[in-house]
């Protein structure tokens, strides 16, 4: 029998694994950086989307809202939060959509699913000629050097009749242009414990490497410090930024 997955046997706990995200502070930011760096509208697509908590904030703040996202499972829990928007079902390298945004993001560092880095420059090329002219795809991506190998965010959530410990952490080898995201969930209850692992491989990349992928898409780039409370410009040295790029 197939391990459960988090995406589908698993995603119930998807929230509560994600509990401790500041969602309105990360889309309130992509509303400011719209307004800094695109040029209007209001057609929205989150890359990723999940459960749809980003989504669900940008709706509040005035926008047509579509998501995107491998599983159909998630999908589903995004359409109880949001029935208005419109969902696809699609790898995000290969997504073929009939319309066009002014804004997409792709938050919690999901652009790095995109393995291995042709599958990257793919999504790339396919945000590009998915935003309107002058359109803003904003993503957070960590530089592959920088990553620390060490025991990740742990976390723990009591539900229901349950305690649950939710770890995730990731791991470079130091060589090559894969990462990997481990993840775990231990779930305690009186009479049980119940232990899941999941491990996903990531595109391991530089920043430097992932500017230089944009621009070759068209990409006019901005990449800031990943601080969602500012818009302060990346001092090239720090590891987790954040991507603006506008299609020119």
Known sequence: ??????????????????????????????????????SGGNAYLDLGCGSGPHLAQLAVAGYVCSGLDLSQDMLNLAALRIPQAEFYCQNMSEMALPKQFDLITCFLY???????????????RKAYGALNAGGLFCFDAVDKNTIA??????????HNTSELRFQSRWHYSGTGDKLDLHIAITETTANNIKHYDETHSMSAIT????????QQEGFEVTVLERDFAT??????????????CVKK
């Not at 994600?18 to 930011?29: G, L």
């Not at 999901?110 to 999504?123: A, E, G, N, R």
């Not at 920043?207 to 944009?214: F, Y």
């Open 110 to 124: 999901s652009i790095h699913y995109c393995y291995p880095h042709v599958q990257l420059q793919q999504t790339l």
């Open 1 to 38: 029998m197939p391990a459960p997955s988090l995406y589908a046997d698993l995603s119930c706990y998807y929230d509560l694994l994600c509990s401790s995200i500041d969602y309105h502070e990360q889309s309130d930011f992509a509303v400011r950086a719209h307004r800094l760096f695109g």
């Open 231 to 244: 818009l302060q410009a990346w001092d090239q040295v720090q590891g987790n930024v954040l991507f603006c």
């Open 149 to 158: 190998n060490d025991a990740g965010h742990t976390h723990h959530v009591n």
């Open 207 to 214: 920043i430097q490497e992932l500017i230089s992928l944009a």
